[in-house]
């Protein structure tokens, strides 16, 4: 259970540093509950909460990282339509 834990952490990890190819690879797909048998042993523990700080920190980084892409939508649909990019090329002749 700890092991597939760190796989699905390290692959989001991965993918926060710019691994754009971890989800074409397989590395990240549907998550699912780990199932267990009982208690976690106490030898795993530390192990157990270490991957669960990297979840957090990796979650907070994907917050932030779409809070930013919304900020940067909500920035593009306010400008004006005017000085948005052409849909296509544009020439301007200087010799005239």
Partial sequence: MLDQLERD??????VLAGDDQAVARGDI???QVPTTSGPIPDVLV??????????????????ARMRSAREQRDVVRR????TRRATRSVYLDTRA
Avoid at 79 to 82: A, E, Q, T, W
């Fill in 9 to 14: 952490v390290k692959a989001i990890e991965d």
């Fill in 29 to 31: 797909g549907p998550w």
């Fill in 46 to 63: 530390p192990r157990a909460r270490r991957i669960a700080d990297r979840q957090v920190d990796a979650q907070e980084a994907l917050v």
């Fill in 79 to 82: 400008l004006d339509p005017g």
